[in-house]
């Protein structure tokens, strides 16, 4: 049976999780959108179209790479163990 102590601890730790995953939405849209931003100022337009292409598949490529990266099912299997060990 929980005490009210314990409760509140809980609530409290929730919180910060939510708290935390709001502000790394955050800064995930913020950076996508101001790899987007880069070089409005370039003024052939075919250019400036495709360097933006190139730069937010290179910034989409590199998030799905750390995530593979991060993934405890690839970290199991190159360690060749039973057990899910998180980075």
Request: aromatic share 8%; hydrophobic share 35%; glycine share 10%.
């Amino acid at each position: 049976m929980a005490t009210e102590g314990s409760d509140r601890a809980i609530t409290i730790v929730f919180f910060l999780i939510c708290v935390e995953g709001l502000m790394g939405g955050a800064a995930y849209c913020m950076t996508f959108w101001h790899v987007g931003r880069e070089g409005d100022e370039e003024p052939n337009e075919r250019k400036r179209k495709v360097q933006k292409a190139f730069r937010m598949g290179a910034c989409g490529s590199a998030d799905s790479f750390g995530e593979c990266l991060r993934s405890p099912e690839l970290e199991s299997r190159s360690n060749k163990s039973s057990t899910i060990r998180l980075i």
